[in-house]
Every structure is written in structure tokens, then in C-alpha cells.
């Protein structure tokens, strides 16, 4: 099962001090979860000001650039995660938020965690495992 994994951080967070510490844990836990096949990606996210909403409304679609003065919380960044049921993601997302608990306790923030809606007929972008292919 694929999970998605979003931080989400109050809206100064651009503003503020990350600790290197927590920077080397995170690379540390991304590393060993890539290495056991629970990390397909992720990253964090350049600041509102880089960003973009499309939006339809009305039958009209508007694009308004970034910063998003009416936002309270930003999203981070993102983890796609696969892992054999939801209790294993949670606890992959309790792990991942116990690195800022140690490494930044001052700072709060929140992941959310939600499994992606997958269809058996899309299969783009989807990698089988052991399909016997060699992409190197």
C-alpha cells in the first residue's frame, strides 16, 4: 500500500532557524527507509512565494501567484511511502515526527498521513516489483 506523507508547518516557518542536527537525522532515517524499499520519494518544498494555485471556479479557471496571504499553514514537503498496511505508515510518520521532537522541540508542526487511491486499470507511473526488468 502507498502512502502519502505531508508536512505541514505554520506559515513563518520560512522565517525560521532549522537545527543541522535535525537536517542529519532526517538524511539518516530517509537513507535507511530508501534502503528497505519504504521511501519511493519526497522532498521538501520551496517557499510559498515560488508557488502557484489554479483554480476553477465558476466554470473559469484563475492563477494566482504565490505568497498566499490567506494561508495559516503551508505544506513542507512530501514523503511517498510503501509499506504493507496502515499501522506501518503510522508508524513511519510517528517516527518521522519524533525526529523534530528531538532535534527542534521548540518547533510544532503536524504530517498527514493518507493512503493513495490506486485503480487496478491505471497503471502508469506504477512499478511492479520483481518484474524481471533491468533499468540501469
Request: include cysteine.
Amino acid at each position: 500500500m502507498r502512502y502519502m506523507m505531508f508536512i505541514k508547518h505554520c506559515e513563518d516557518y520560512g522565517k525560521l532557524t532549522v537545527p543541522s542536527s535535525l537536517y542529519e537525522a532526517m538524511g539518516a532515517f530517509i537513507e535507511k527507509a530508501h534502503n528497505d524499499g519504504t521511501y519511493i520519494d519526497g522532498a521538501g518544498l520551496q517557499p510559498m512565494s515560488a508557488g502557484h494555485r489554479i483554480r476553477l471556479s465558476g466554470g473559469k479557471i484563475t492563477v494566482t501567484d504565490g505568497p498566499f496571504t490567506e494561508t495559516k499553514e503551508i505544506i513542507g514537503g512530501y514523503a511517498l511511502i510503501e509499506v504493507k498496511s496502515e499501522a506501518e505508515a503510522l508508524e513511519i510518520a510517528n517516527q518521522f515526527m519524533d525526529l523534530h521532537r528531538v532535534h527542534w522541540p521548540r518547533h510544532e508542526c503536524e504530517c498527514e498521513v493518507r493512503p493513495l487511491q490506486m485503480s487496478a486499470n491505471l497503471k502508469v507511473g506504477r512499478r511492479e516489483k520483481n518484474e524481471g526488468r533491468n533499468d540501469d
